[in-house]
């Protein structure tokens, strides 16, 4: 294995995201290397016609992005400095249909999320919490900046989110009137809160945002609608006995009103936020039923008449998870997962269940991103052997036609296949393949997903299995029960069984994949990160010798502390009754083969003490022989500045370099030169 496949991967140009407008215009987001070629810079690029014409350039990375029909582009970008260093917080910029791109607003904590409504412009804030307005919050936020104060004092939970802490700060929705003409607009100072005139020594910026009158609990998600007059907002709050319970609220952003209870969660259900009816007297919302102890977790779709009150489920019939958004008045459009793949349906609001437009079985892209541009569907479209790409989907025909791609198309090496199986309970099973390239026998490695709620349908630059293929490796990469795009039915497969029914699956289609003449049977690793890890976890300790070696990634090892200490309150009730049958640390003595442990000291989700406790059971309590000097064969990647995932463009080469040097190395016996920049 060479590096240069793994650099090719990793210095590619990426699609990050479509933004759309209902007059036709199409903006992909794309992520690239920055000029130090040590980190990622977003840079917007518009898709007119045939043409990819760039928006922005520069060092500055581009964060949240909306688009406006006049051709205006708003987005936040952190301004450089001379030193070549971003300042701390995010500015609001826009960029004209013609002209340079200028400053509308700088704050400190910058700007969250961005939507044009109308003529207004609404934005997510983080707020100081005992602050009322934006004077408010600039001058307590300057106080407790000099008094070199770093403390969060919490009320309810979580405290963390994946990657970051929460508090001090408040989320609160704001909203701004965008001027007539935004280029001859001048700079103001904002007035006080009382209606005052503005201090003269106070800054200008051309737009001032209004808080907008917040629920009570922890704003979690929320959209506008078209006139920018109304927004749905999904708050959290501890409620009972219940941790973070999700309620969704109707708020007026122009009046007075207070804001509306719309639907109040409860013990079984929660329910979120989706797209407004272009006519805005209607909304979708999501309806989720909890993962419990005796339910498993289901995502559905319902409309909900605003005058009325009343709700009806959408698409009844359909056995698929889906988030649709509004073609016209009556028709919605959606994507999900489907089979391995990704399917686009179409179908009315009434309907018992839509028709698949595009995608599903017989080919190999799933779609994401979907939004409607000039009455045209558009999505990013991806494969296991597919980059991102813009498509355009024919709206009758469900033709998917390839738009100007302004993200490089990564040609990846060897051959896709399927692999099938039977599940001991009948159900049928499949897996991708990928094979190198020549006759093998190759060895394998079989990759776990994550979610647990997940699929291996699309592209992925952090599990990428090209560099593994370019190696020589092929790579199964199966989906067991608990994976989506399958029914219901094989979500409830595997909900209550985390290391049952989802192991028996893995198994059975790696029995399949090594029966192949071209896959060495003799020659197998297995892998995963964050459920996936925990499926590395307990394979270990369920398969003796069976795999060479196992990587195990962000991974859950004790799943009884597990719950108490991860981010997410949903995590710890259901796994209570599994705990005492399927925690991978009470069959920490039958692992045999070495592991490689890899955790980022920032992941809030699955917390390194997992990694910790894992790395010293491994030490304490396998059975994995030692090596001639008696040392361990296990091996610990930390990184002590990553989260869930490792995102710094030198962490990921280390990451892919690291683990095919322990997979060379157990697999086929081959000696492994550490990189020089782990130390």
Request: include cysteine.
């Amino acid at each position: 294995m060479t590096s240069t496949s793994i650099e090719t991967l990793l210095d590619a140009t990426r699609l990050a995201a479509l933004e759309t407008t209902e007059g036709g215009r199409v903006v992909a987001k794309v992520s690239g290397l920055d000029q130090k070629g040590t980190s990622y810079r977003g840079s917007l690029v518009e898709i007119d016609g045939d043409r990819l014409v760039p928006l922005t350039r520069g060092s500055a990375s581009v964060g949240a992005v909306a688009l406006a029909e006049d051709g205006a582009t708003f987005f936040t970008a952190k301004r450089v400095g001379e030193d070549g260093e971003e300042s701390e917080d995010a500015q609001l910029w826009a960029l004209p249909a013609r002209g340079e791109a200028r400053e509308l607003a700088n704050r400190p904590g910058g700007f969250g999320g961005l939507v044009v409504a109308g003529r207004h412009l609404v934005t997510e804030l983080e707020v100081h919490s005992q602050a009322a307005d934006e004077a408010e919050h600039a001058k307590l936020t300057a106080k407790r900046k000099k008094a070199k104060v770093s403390a969060a004092f919490h009320t309810g939970f979580p405290t963390r989110y994946w990657d970051h802490d929460l508090g001090p700060t408040r989320p609160v929705l704001a909203i701004a009137a965008l001027p007539e003409d935004l280029a001859a607009a001048e700079r103001t100072a904002a007035p006080s809160a009382d209606g005052a005139d503005a201090d003269e020594d106070a800054p200008t910026q051309v737009l001032h945002f209004r808080h907008v009158t917040m629920p009570p609990g922890r704003l979690e998600g929320w959209t506008a609608d078209r006139s920018g007059e109304q927004a749905l907002v999904a708050m959290a709050d501890s409620r009972g006995d219940r941790l973070a319970v999700t309620d969704l609220y109707l708020l007026d952003l122009v009046g007075a009103q207070p804001p509306r209870l719309l639907c109040e969660g409860t013990n079984e259900v929660e329910y979120g936020p989706a797209e407004f009816s272009p006519s805005g007297d209607r909304v979708l919302i999501g309806r989720h039923r909890h993962w419990t102890q005796t339910a498993s977790l289901h995502a559905g779709v319902e409309l909900l008449d605003l005058a009325t009150g009343e709700s009806a489920p959408v698409w009844p019939e359909l056995d698929h998870w889906v988030d649709p958004v509004w073609l016209d008045e009556n028709t919605l459009v959606a994507a999900s997962d489907d089979t391995g793949r990704g399917a686009v349906w179409i179908g009315d609001v009434t309907d018992a269940a839509p028709r698949r437009l595009a995608g599903g079985p017989g080919q190999d892209l799933a779609f994401s991103d979907l939004s409607i541009a000039g009455g045209e569907i558009i999505a990013s479209a991806s494969g296991i052997a597919v980059a991102p790409h813009p498509v355009r989907i024919d709206r009758s025909s469900g033709a998917v036609e390839e738009l100007p791609n302004p993200a490089d198309a990564l040609a990846q090496p060897g051959t896709l296949t399927e692999v099938t199986a039977a599940a001991e309970d009948g159900t049928e099973l499949r897996a991708w393949l990928r094979l190198p390239d020549g006759e093998g026998p190759h060895p394998l490695v079989v990759f776990a997903h994550g979610g647990p709620w997940g699929s291996w349908n699309a592209w992925t630059y952090r599990w990428n299995p090209g560099p593994f293929v370019d190696a020589g490796y092929a790579v199964l990469l199966p989906d067991p029960a608990i994976s989506t795009g399958y029914g219901q039915s094989m979500i409830d497969r595997g909900q209550h069984e985390l290391g049952g029914a989802p192991f028996a699956d893995i198994m059975s289609l790696t029995d399949q994949a090594i029966a192949r003449e071209d896959i060495d049977e003799d020659r197998t690793a297995f892998a995963g990160g964050s459920y996936g890890g925990y499926m590395a976890n307990w394979v270990a300790g369920h398969t003796g010798d069976r795999f060479r070696c196992i990587v195990t990634h962000a991974s859950l090892w004790d799943t009884e502390s597990m719950g108490r200490t991860t981010d997410n309150a949903a995590w710890h009730r259901p796994m209570l009754a599994q705990n005492a049958r399927y925690n991978p640390r009470d069959f920490v003595g039958e692992i045999v083969a070495p592991m490689l442990v890899i955790h980022g000291d920032k992941d809030y989700r699955v917390p390194i003490a997992q990694g910790h406790a894992l790395w010293h059971d491994l030490h304490e309590y396998s059975a994995t022989p030692r090596d001639a000097q008696g040392r361990s064969r296990h091996r610990y990647l930390y990184f002590p500045d990553e989260g869930h995932w490792i995102q710094g463009r030198g962490n990921a080469q280390v990451w892919y370099e690291t683990f095919l040097g322990f997979l060379d190395e157990h697999v086929r016996g081959k000696d492994w030169e550490r990189p020089a920049t782990l130390g």
